[in-house]
DNA sequence: TCTCTGCTCAC
DNA sequence: CAAGTGAGCAGAGAC
């Protein structure tokens, strides 16, 4: 081995010997030419990696101005919230103490004896606790409010303008190709990929999101119930394929399903239970927590999942087949062979052993979909380069993408995105694709 | 200064 | 026990 240069050479130190591998030896091993791994490798992660470069070099713009707006209205309210809330409790304490806060409201003003603890013994406080205990007390509402507040103001509104860089006037993330399990990237530094949407208040914070200048405007493309879609096309179930082969609204046809009623017959609650049951589908979901989210009885929460699994025989045959095979194997796989290996799939712990089966279960789901818009990133770069465009790619947000895009490539590139998106993969159901343009990011959604 | 905990934002 | 993947913030305590 003295012959080979050492940076080609990998050491292992084990209990009695000193092994000495060539590097090219073990890549080899690890990644035989051919293997899916291999493939995964060549033609997606590592042509992805000058595709986000440019990304992050080439940065978002924001209007600091509309966050130092949202700023003074925020501290006003939260200011008028700690006022009342130091008053409702009697004795002053930090709100965003989560211990503290315990103390005040089950302790202190006893609202409940009925109180949940944390792991760690003390008391748990979290939306969905204090949500329930809405009605017991007036603080309840206000610290579920001040909560809500502080998190926008703390994470977002008084960070992000912080992070402008003074070269270029735009946030520039990094994104982190190596970090989740699933192959899904991840952001940093901001994290972009997990700005406000739900709440009307939080939404307003995608208004500072603008384009490079008047003559550009921000294009948002995003898959339409893409991890649906894909666990109909690897479950090859009948139902969920001809749902989605048919371009149904898929809620509306799994509730006319579960519900036993003619599509148009589906009411506004039926279709919103079944979205969630389709939601808890994706991540072995179970009667508890479905009745959770749903807030009705487990009883009535098991029947509704009975009822899902009689109509789509297929797809509970493939989650089956999934974790035996994890078990068999010991990983599972997405659509382009990417594995997540599974270790506690055989613990003998039932809780362990829970995490990894949901794991199996959720592993394949959201890693192709994270095969998927890699791929189509990839494209969409080469596209854009090749076409001559002045558009450029600013943002991945797992089954979304925007664009800054010159008004007059505007139709083009949305025909451009949409078309390589969609066309990805070809799978057993379509792929379909919304695309929407706007002078913010909200406004492009 | 570092790490852990609890909480909350996104998909 | 119970719903997957992440990141960031403030509090709290160890060092």
């Known amino acids: 081995m003295a012959d080979i240069p050492p940076e080609e050479v990998v050491n292992y130190a084990c209990e009695d010997a000193d092994i000495t591998l060539r590097l090219a030896d073990v890549f080899e091993a690890r990644m035989p030419a051919g293997s899916p791994e291999r493939h995964i ?9 000058p595709v986000l470069a440019d990304m992050e070099m080439e940065g978002v713009r ?49 609202i409940t004896d009925k109180a949940k603890k944390t792991k760690t013994g003390q008391y748990a406080t979290g939306e969905d606790v204090l949500q329930k205990l809405v009605d017991t007390h007036p603080i309840v509402a206000e610290v579920l409010e001040y909560r809500q507040l502080n998190k926008l ?51 307003e914070i995608r208004k500072a999101f603008v384009p490079r200048d008047a003559n550009h405007v921000l294009l948002a493309a995003d898959y339409s119930q893409v991890e649906l879609r894909i666990v109909a096309a690897l479950s090859g179930d009948r139902g969920l394929c001809t749902a989605f082969l048919e371009g149904a609204d898929i809620h509306t046809a799994t509730a006319a399903k579960v519900f036993g009623v003619p599509a148009e017959e589906v009411d506004r609650g039926q279709r919103s239970q079944a979205k969630a049951v389709n939601f808890g589908i994706l991540y072995g979901q179970g009667a508890f927590g479905l ?39 010991g990983y599972v796989e997405t659509v382009l062979g990417r594995k997540r290996w599974l270790p506690d799939i055989t613990s003998a712990n039932a809780v362990v052993r829970g995490f990894a089966e949901r794991n199996a ?28 465009f002045k558009a450029r790619m600013i943002l991945q947000v797992h089954d979304e993408l925007v664009f800054d895009v010159p008004t007059d490539e505007v139709e083009a590139v949305r025909e451009l995105v949409c078309s390589h998106m969609e066309r990805a993969v070809e799978l057993a159901v379509p792929l379909e694709v919304e695309a929407q343009t706007g002078q913010d990011w909200l406004e492009a959604h």
């Open 41 to 49: 490798l060549e033609e997606v992660e590592m042509p992805l990696v």
């Open 291 to 329: 009745a959770e989210t749903l807030k009705i009885p487990r009883r009535e929460a098991k029947g509704i999942i009975e009822a899902y699994f009689a109509e789509f025989a297929d797809l509970k045959a493939y989650q089956t087949r999934v974790v035996e095979e994890a078990k068999e194997n």
């Open 62 to 110: 924001l209007d600091v101005d509309v966050l130092g707006a949202m700023a003074e209205g925020l501290k006003e309210d939260l200011r008028k919230l700690t006022e009342s809330i130091q008053a409702h409790a009697g004795v002053p304490f930090s709100i965003d103490s989560p211990r503290q806060l315990g103390e005040v409201l089950f302790d202190h003003l006893a």
């Open 361 to 388: 279960i959720n592993a394949p789901i959201q890693g192709s979909a994270a095969d998927i818009i890699k791929i189509a990133m990839v494209h969409i770069h080469r596209a854009l380069d090749e076409g001559g």
């Open 153 to 203: 103001l703390s994470t977002y509104v008084r960070p992000l303008p912080e992070l402008v860089d003074p070269e270029t006037g735009r946030i520039h993330t990094q994104y982190m190709q190596a970090v989740a399990a699933t192959g899904r990237l991840s952001s940093t530094q901001p994290n972009l990929q997990n700005i406000p949407i739900r709440t009307k208040r939080g939404r």
